[in-house]
């Protein structure tokens, strides 16, 4: 029996082939999600694919292995963190509009998610940049600094 | 046409379903869904969708913007001065994410000459849709009480 102590949505798993899931004893759904791993779906996208929630296909993903019928495949940590350089563009790039002041909005940021620049995960991107915006007053500087970051961004996203 | 052009990026987000941009008329300039997706889902939301800002607009506030989580995933709207753009989602997909694609690529759709040359052919009017055989009793009593 493996547990399986976090899935992470990222994560990608593929059938343990010396074992047979009939023997499993599996639900309906948790069939669906056998039948979807291919060693290249993330679990985010079986869950998309399955309209399934965080808490169901994480649920189906520790009975999955607990049975042992799982093989993990990639669990990258180069794919999965934020590397040093975004965050020295992205310093750079809000200095030059806000000013000095634009570390410390950094780092208060980062502060607020219980976060370090280093092991950041690259899926909470979204939210962090948003509470950036969030922290720039002036409208025209908001506009403005999310056209400047927009290829930066989507460089880590797609 | 303008969403494949403009709004690429969000159509590359794994759990996007559908995006649809609707005119003031609720007539719709362009209409992206994943296949799957059933698209006349989009045209019974985005009637309510219309409703719904016209009676935040009714009653003087200033929301543009609404999230609503449902069972299968969420549908994110904004309404702009001449349009309302609608995108349904998987539960998993980061609103934030869709925001931010939004803030910056909006702007380049609603300025560029396509859309204004699609929108000069349409009559310039408010948007205000509220139309009485949409609305049941306690919709219309709401909307009185708003009003008074």
Partial sequence: ?158 | MIISEFLKDLTRIEGIQAIAIYRSDNSPLDIWTDSKFNKQILEQVSVHYFQIFSVLESSLRDFHETVITYGKGKIFSRVFPDSLLIIITHPNVEISLIRFIINVKMTELLNSRQFQKILKKVPKKKMQFLDNKYLDEQEIKYLKSVKT
């Fill in chain 1, 1 to 158: 029996m493996t547990e399986l102590k976090k899935v992470e949505e990222n994560m990608v798993f593929q059938l343990n082939q010396n074992q047979t899931p009939e023997e499993a004893n599996l639900m309906h759904l948790e069939w669906a999600v056998v039948s979807q791993l291919d060693g290249q779906k993330t679990v985010r996208q079986i869950a998309d694919s399955l309209s399934l929630n965080t808490k169901e296909i994480e649920e189906i993903f520790k009975k999955l292995a607990a049975a042992d019928l799982l093989v993990v495949v990639n669990k990258s940590d180069e794919s999965h963190y934020l590397p040093q350089e975004f965050f020295k563009t992205l310093n750079h790039e809000m200095t030059l509009l806000l000013g000095p002041v634009a570390t410390i909005i950094l780092e208060d940021v980062l502060e607020m998610m219980h976060q370090h620049r280093e092991g950041f995960e690259r899926n909470l991107l979204p939210v962090f940049i948003e509470l950036l915006i969030n922290q720039i007053d002036d409208q025209v500087k908001q506009v403005e600094f999310q056209k400047r970051i927009y290829p930066i961004v989507k460089s880590y996203i797609f």
